[in-house]
């Protein structure tokens, strides 16, 4: 069974920095492309940011050049660099993989449970 546990989430003030980390594990054989999205209160979940196996990475233009997707392939596990934190980054912050369980199995896509941000004076 696989799981996705993100961790780092809290409340900071406009301005500050937060780093969110999301660990997988469990029966895995390999972990494709692996990302963050969120979602804010009466919202409905977005994209923020994506990181292949092997490195590119992708970001919604409301976090381009304030937030940094990065990976630990040894750790299984995925990071959320946040800079520069705008009330309006306040969300659950949920990140999700693709996982193969098995050589023999098809690629499948688990979610984590949310950590919140709340980016408030």
């Known amino acids: 069974q696989v799981q996705l546990v993100e961790s780092g989430g809290g409340l900071v003030q406009p301005g500050g920095s937060l780093r969110l980390a999301c660990a997988a594990s469990?029966?895995?054989?390999?972990?494709?492309?692996m990302a963050w999205y969120r979602q804010a209160p009466g919202k409905q979940r977005e994209f923020v940011a994506v990181?292949?196996?092997?490195?590119?990475?992708n970001y919604a233009d409301s976090v381009k050049d304030r937030f940094t997707i990065s990976r630990d392939n040894a750790k299984n596990t995925v990071y959320l660099q946040m800079n520069s934190l705008k009330p309006e980054d306040t969300a659950v912050y949920y990140c999700?993989?693709?996982?193969?369980?098995?050589?023999?199995?098809?690629?499948?896509?688990?979610w984590g449970q949310g950590t919140q941000v709340t980016v408030s004076s």
């Open positions: 469990g029966s895995i054989f390999s972990i494709y492309a």
């Open positions: 990181i292949s196996s092997g490195g590119s990475t």
């Open positions: 999700n993989a693709g996982i193969r369980e098995r050589s023999y199995s098809s690629n499948r896509v688990y």
